[in-house]
C-alpha cells in the first residue's frame, strides 16, 4: 500500500513542474522547484509509513539525480548551492529510513556525504537536520558519546538562535541522548528547556518541508522516550497519553511508536493488561516496522520477565509470533 501512495505521491508533485529538456544547459530556479517537490514527497512518505528501504533507495537515487544534473548543465552559483542543499537533504532522507529500519549498517556511510553536501551548499539548515539525524543513528548504534555530540553540533547551529522551534527540537533529542547516558539531571532540563523553546516558537512561520513533523506531540514523543530511558514510568505513561491525543492522524509510524512506549510505561508500573492492550493496537504492518518491532521485542522480553506464567503473556506471545 505504502508503495503504491509513495509513487502517486512522487508522480502528483513532479507532474506540476517542467522538467527541464535534454538540450537545457542552464539550470533555474523551475529545477530546483521541481526536486524540492520530490523531496517534500519523500518527506511525505516517511512521515506516514516511516524508513523503509524502498523509501531509503529512493531517496538515495533522487540525491544521486540531483548531483549528476549538476555536473551536465551550467548554472548559477546560487542555483548550484540550492541544488546541493536539495541533493544533501535526500541523502539525510536516505540515512534517515536506514535508521528508521533499523538498518545500521547501511545508514552510517550517508553521513560523511550528507555532511559534505551541505557543505557545498553552505546550508546550515540542511547541517542542522543532518547531524540530529546523526545523534539518533549513534545512540541505536549503542554510542551515547556520540550522539550527545552530534546534538550539540546540531544545535550549535545559528538557526537555533534565530528559530526556537529548531533549538526546541535539538534539545528534546539531546534529552533522550542524556537519558540513555544515566544522566538524569541534564536530561531532565533539556526537556523542560525543550518546551520552553517550543512555547516562544512561531509555528505559523515558513520551514523546510522536512520540519513540518515537529510539533508538541512530536515534543511529547521524544519525551517519553527519555522519561522511559529515565525508568520515570508514571510521567512516561502522561506524557505519552498527551503524545497521542495530539498526533496527527497521517503520522502512522509515530503512532505505532507512541503505543509501543504507552506499553512500556504501563509495563513499568506493573499494569500488565493495559500494557498489552495497548501494545496490541498497533497495526500488524507496524509492528514489523524496524525501531516499532525493536520496542515491541523488549517489551515482549520484559513482560516475560514479570509474568511468564500468566495467561495474558501466553496470548501476546502468540500474538507476536503470528505477527512476524
Not at 514527497?41 to 523503509?52: F, I, L
Not at 531509503?56 to 548543465?73: F, Y
Not at 516499532?292 to 523488549?298: C, K, Q
Request: aromatic share 8%.
Amino acid at each position: 500500500m505504502y508503495r503504491r501512495a509513495f509513487l502517486n505521491a512522487a508522480t502528483a508533485a513532479g507532474a506540476a513542474l517542467t522538467a527541464p529538456s535534454a538540450t537545457q544547459r542552464r539550470l533555474g530556479s523551475a529545477d530546483v522547484d521541481r526536486m524540492n517537490a520530490k523531496l517534500a514527497a519523500v518527506v511525505a512518505m516517511d512521515n506516514k509509513y516511516g524508513g523503509t528501504r524502498e523509501l531509503q533507495q529512493h531517496a538515495a537515487a533522487l540525491a544521486t539525480e540531483t548531483v549528476e544534473l549538476q555536473n551536465s548543465h551550467a548554472a548559477s552559483t546560487r542555483i548550484r548551492s540550492e541544488l546541493y542543499g536539495v541533493a544533501a537533504a535526500f541523502t539525510a532522507s536516505a540515512m534517515w529510513a536506514a535508521v528508521d529500519g533499523r538498518r545500521l549498517d547501511e545508514a552510517e556511510p550517508y553521513l560523511d556525504r550528507a555532511v559534505t553536501l551541505a557543505g557545498l551548499a553552505n546550508n546550515r539548515y540542511i547541517l542542522f537536520r543532518v547531524w540530529g539525524h546523526a545523534g539518533i543513528m549513534y545512540r541505536h548504534l549503542g554510542r551515547p558519546a556520540d550522539a550527545i555530540r552530534a546534538a550539540e553540533v546540531a544545535r550549535s547551529q545559528s538557526i537555533t538562535r534565530n528559530d526556537p522551534l529548531y533549538a526546541s527540537l535539538a534539545l528534546a533529542r539531546l534529552a533522550t541522548f542524556h537519558a540513555d547516558a544515566g544522566d538524569v539531571r541534564s536530561s531532565l532540563r533539556a526537556i523542560g528547556l525543550a518546551q520552553a523553546s517550543y512555547d516562544r516558537a512561531d509555528r505559523a512561520k515558513h520551514r523546510p518541508p522536512w520540519m513540518g513533523f515537529y510539533d508538541q506531540a512530536e515534543l511529547d514523543s521524544l519525551s517519553t522516550f527519555a522519561l522511559l530511558r529515565l525508568r520515570k514510568w508514571e510521567d512516561a505513561e502522561r506524557t505519552a497519553y498527551r503524545c497521542l491525543a495530539g498526533l496527527r492522524p497521517d503520522l502512522e509510524r509515530n503512532r505505532a511508536l507512541t503505543y509501543a512506549n504507552l506499553a512500556h510505561a504501563q509495563l513499568g508500573q506493573g499494569d500488565i493488561e493495559p500494557a498489552i492492550a495497548a501494545a496490541r493496537t498497533v497495526a500488524p504492518g507496524m509492528a514489523r516496522h524496524g525501531r516499532v518491532g525493536m520496542l515491541l521485542d523488549s517489551f515482549t522480553t520484559q513482560l516475560t520477565a514479570v509474568a511468564p506464567r500468566s495467561p495474558e503473556t501466553v496470548a501476546w506471545q502468540e500474538h507476536r509470533r503470528a505477527a512476524a
